[in-house]
């Protein structure tokens, strides 16, 4: 299993966001899906890493992703936002992977690893590579991208802002309505119970 508590080191597990969260929200993910319109490869990608997911492995599609690094360039090459940047709190099972298994599956959907065409026995290895928590060598890796580990965990609670760059501009994707409701409904809450953060 990907899990980073073999190694035995305190980590600090920062989240990246596409909006600003309060600090104490509890955050979980129960996605159907790990894709958007017109991402075709990214479907194919997660439906081949979940038909090979091991039984005690978490869920790509129920989880929250971490990095533990606050390089810009390593969340977003993680796929997370690096709009605000959080330290969290996991809860349960943190699992480590390397995303370079995930960007060479992808590539290979898009037709632009090497030029040459993996076999489906090459798909199957790396996916089970990403599981097994190895990391990708640098020779198979996707040219300009960093070296990223992504740790995922069901449920985090944000704890402090570590924005390393607090007043670049930023560019804010428009917030789902579902999203939206979540933060005015956590801040709320947060203010009622005085757990949020104080002044």
């Not at 966001?17 to 600090?23: A, D, V």
């Not at 402090?160 to 789902?176: F, G, L, Q, S």
């Amino acid at each position: 299993m990907g899990d980073d508590r073999h190694a035995g080191v305190e980590i600090a597990y920062i989240h990246g966001s596409g909006w600003e969260l309060p600090i104490g929200a509890e955050l979980s993910a129960h996605r159907a899906s790990l894709t958007w319109s017109g991402a075709e490869t990214i479907r194919r990608t997660e439906e081949l890493l979940d038909s090979l997911r091991p039984a005690h492995c978490l869920s790509r599609y129920d989880c929250v992703y971490m990095t533990d690094t606050t390089d810009l360039g390593v969340i977003e090459a993680s796929g997370g936002y690096s709009n605000y940047v959080y330290r969290v709190e996991p809860e349960g099972t943190v699992e480590r992977n390397h995303v370079g298994w995930w960007e060479l599956i992808n590539r290979s959907f898009h037709g632009t690893h090497g030029g040459t065409v993996p076999t489906k026995e090459q798909l199957a290895d790396w996916a089970r590579s990403y599981w097994a928590g190895i990391e990708c060598p640098s020779d198979l890796r996707v040219k300009n991208k960093p070296s990223a580990w992504e740790y995922r965990a069901r449920t985090v609670r944000v704890i402090e802002d570590v924005d390393p760059a607090p007043d670049r501009i930023k560019i804010i994707p428009k917030m789902p309505l579902t999203v939206k409701r979540f933060v005015e409904k956590t801040k709320r809450e947060l203010e009622v119970t005085g757990t949020g953060p104080r002044p």
